[in-house]
């Protein structure tokens, strides 16, 4: 199995907490997992329980001047001037991620773009980067995404095994979901799913089934005290809550039985 996962929703739904979840899933199951962080509020690894001093090591992608200029043939800190559009990508996954509980971490970072329509060389390697870990990587690949799937090129997003949208109870989330799957559909990507978050009730999954057809529904995960408790203590969802690691993997089973 050599998924690539991307998961996407509305700050603040948990999608976090669902990737690391998920990853941590995996490589209990005994895959290869690579976890992307590519939100910009990036805190994946805390969400997989990395050590604070592992933490402290990683640098994200599009902070390493030396390394974008090196594949990019650019000039830290220059603006206006050439640099390659296809730089050397396929290397760096396994030169910079950081590996804890079975599950690799590769931190992607932002760019600030100063405009729309901005070609950087940061903005480059990150595009080919990502396109890289869909097209050509070998392991099964989370990805938490930002809100949306604009940042990904036409053809990389057809090559994404699945978009998962988490979504709470709410209209606000329910928007976002409505969002990415338009843009999914107008680039031709059918593979649209969500997963319903913070669940209390069966009021709150009927709530979400009114707008969400029912077979692009993956399942439920309830509102659970133990995943609140985790995060204040610095802790992985993952370990020692069984409720919602049983509710993850009977999504991912469904996950497995659509594609």
């Not at 907490?17 to 994946?44: I, K, Q, W």
């Not at 994200?60 to 000039?75: C, F, Q, Y």
Request: charged share 25%; proline share 3%; with cysteine.
């Amino acid at each position: 199995m050599m998924m690539k996962i991307a998961i996407t929703g509305k700050g603040g739904v948990g999608k976090t907490t669902f990737s690391a979840m998920l990853s941590r899933l995996y490589a209990e199951e005994g895959y290869s997992v690579l976890a992307v962080d590519a939100d910009p509020d990036a805190n994946l690894a805390l969400a997989l329980g990395f050590p604070q001093e592992l933490i402290s090591e990683i640098v994200p992608i599009s902070d390493m001047k030396n390394l974008v200029a090196e594949r990019t043939g650019s000039t830290p800190g220059s603006f206006g001037t050439m640099f390659k559009m296809n730089p050397k990508v396929s290397d760096i996954p396994e030169k910079y991620c950081k590996e804890y509980n079975g599950v690799k971490v590769l931190t992607m970072g932002t760019v600030d773009t100063g405009g729309s329509g901005c070609v950087c060389p940061e903005h480059v390697l990150l595009k080919m980067l990502t396109s890289h870990l869909i097209l050509g990587n070998k392991d099964v690949v989370v990805m938490d995404m930002e809100a949306g799937i604009e940042h990904l090129g036409r053809g990389t997003a057809k090559s994404v095994d699945a978009f998962i949208v988490v979504v709470e109870p709410g209209e606000r989330s329910l928007q976002t979901y409505r969002k990415v799957k338009k843009l999914a559909d107008d680039i031709g990507v059918d593979k649209v799913y969500v997963v319903g978050n913070k669940i209390r009730d069966k009021k709150d999954e009927t709530f979400i089934l009114k707008h969400v057809e029912e077979d692009k529904c993956l399942g439920f995960i309830h509102y659970s005290s133990q995943v609140v408790d985790s995060d204040r203590s610095n802790l992985s969802p993952f370990d020692g809550n069984d409720q919602t690691k049983e509710e993850v993997l009977h999504i991912s089973k469904n996950l497995k039985g659509v594609l």
